[in-house]
């Protein structure tokens, strides 16, 4: 299983530490540019088990020379995204452009409703995304966070990030996640588990449905990946995470809603394809069994 949603963290070791604690083989590590020696130095340590991202303000100076070059020197994908800016302004455009020409995927992070007061929406106008999803082909989006998700139902309210309760058919996400090839759904964070949570019926044919086009990731920030310490950062309106290690939780989920075959699709295939990980399993490196145990 690959978390392609795994934030490098500060300590040396703790990202290898979660993923060991919740099961998960591989992960991206999601890196800030200025953080780039720090998660090299975790990928040599890691031994073939982690890859990395690149993320920086699209509106920064030289933010399209950035993103190049980390791109051509390593890292994988573009992630996350979470900035105050527009999906159709000219500095996301920039980044579309990027992901089409170096066929890197864009994760980005789409919420509206705050999750503290003051705090101001990221990626707006997704209601129209449909027009960008046209417009740039070639370019692999992968959406994530609040309003992606709680628009995988036809009702949006517009009271709260993480509505529950009955999915009405026709939503935006699903319906653009079947009419554009070029579009990928990343399933972290409360986000993604509330929205595959909250209507099992739905759920299985979604996942179904969307079997190529649906990527794991935990987003989760607790310690050991069995749910220690803060597991979705101090957002008050996951506190039904409190306590629990997000990529179990979403594990355990996926495994109960699908066969085998369309878990191994979600959980390892997709991110390889997509993110084009070339990843090795059963893992190969001796040193590291021998250390931490048997993963084959
Ligand atoms: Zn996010
Ligand atoms: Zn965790």
Redesign the pocket.
């Known amino acids: 299983m690959v978390d392609t949603h795994l934030h490098l963290r500060r300590d040396a070791d703790a990202c290898f530490t979660h993923i060991e604690g919740c099961g998960v083989t591989h992960a991206v590590l999601l890196t800030p540019a200025n953080d780039e020696e720090r998660a090299k130095q975790e990928m040599e340590k890691g031994r073939g088990r982690f890859a990395r991202s690149v993320a920086a303000d699209p509106a920064g100076p030289n933010a399209g020379r950035v993103f190049r070059d980390a791109l051509s020197g390593g890292a994988v994908s573009m992630g996350?995204i979470?900035y105050h800016l527009a999906l159709e302004s000219p500095e996301m455009r920039r980044l579309y452009d990027i992901s089409a020409e170096l066929q890197a995927p864009l994760m980005m992070?789409i919420q509206n409703f705050p999750h503290f007061q003051g705090e101001l929406p990221y990626n707006t106008g997704y209601p129209q995304f449909d027009k960008i999803l046209k417009a740039y082909p070639k370019t692999i989006f992968v959406g994530?966070?609040d309003l992606f998700w709680a628009h995988i139902s036809a009702d949006v309210p517009t009271d709260r990030g993480y509505p529950t309760g009955p999915i009405k058919p026709g939503g935006l996400t699903d319906r653009w996640l079947s009419d554009f090839p070029n579009l990928y759904a990343d399933m972290s964070?409360n986000s993604g588990n509330n929205a595959l949570l909250r209507d099992p019926d739905f759920t299985r044919d979604f996942i179904v449905r969307h079997r190529t086009k649906l990527i794991f990731g935990s987003?989760c920030s607790c310690t050991d990946g069995h749910g220690a310490g803060i597991s979705q950062g101090n957002n008050p309106e996951a506190a039904r995470l409190n306590g629990k290690c997000v990529a179990r939780a979403t594990l355990g989920l996926l495994k109960e809603s699908t066969p085998a075959e369309i878990f191994r699709q979600v959980t390892w295939e997709n991110a390889n394809r997509v993110f084009k990980l070339r990843l090795q399993y059963p893992l190969v490196s001796h040193s590291a069994a021998s250390r931490h145990g048997s993963y084959a």
Request: aromatic share 0%.
């Open positions: 996350e979470k992070h994530h966070a964070a987003d």
